[in-house]
Nanobody
Framework: QVQLVESGGGLVQPGGSLRLSCAAS????????MGWFRQAPGKEREGVAC????????YYADSVKGRVTISRDNAKNTVTLQMSSLKPEDTAVYYC?????????????????WGQGTQVTVSS
């Protein structure tokens, strides 16, 4: 049974950092592309970052480039999103997702398994 469980969200001040984790079970993480998405109230879901299967090529949305790093720990079957220099506009529910293909995509519809999400709130 495929499961994705996010953790690490919370309340952080502008300029702060957070580390989100996605624990995967039921499949080998390295066999799929994995993505992080976010959705703020009243806004469409947005692709944040993705790491491809195998060689682990990474992709980032322009809105987070330079502030976010996605990584994968195959031994722990975990995908991590390290976020720094956080801004109020980063406030959203963050989801990790599995894509049934090796390459990355920012289209959420191309991912077939999703976690339950973790809330990130950036506020002073």
């Amino acid at each position: 049974q495929v499961q994705l469980v996010e953790s690490g969200g919370g309340l952080v001040q502008p300029g702060g950092s957070l580390r989100l984790s996605c624990a995967a079970s039921g499949f080998a993480l390295n066999s799929y592309a994995m993505g992080w998405f976010r959705q703020a109230p009243g806004k469409e879901r947005e692709g944040v970052a993705c790491i491809s299967q195998g060689n682990g090529i990474t992709y980032y949305a322009d809105s987070v480039k330079g502030r976010v790093t996605i990584s994968r720990d195959n031994a722990k079957n975990t995908v991590t999103l390290q976020m720094s220099s956080l801004k109020p506009e980063d406030t959203a529910v963050y989801y990790c997702a599995r894509r049934p293909l090796s390459g990355c995509s920012g289209a959420g519809d191309s991912y077939n398994y999703w976690g339950q999400g973790t809330q990130v709130t950036v506020s002073s």
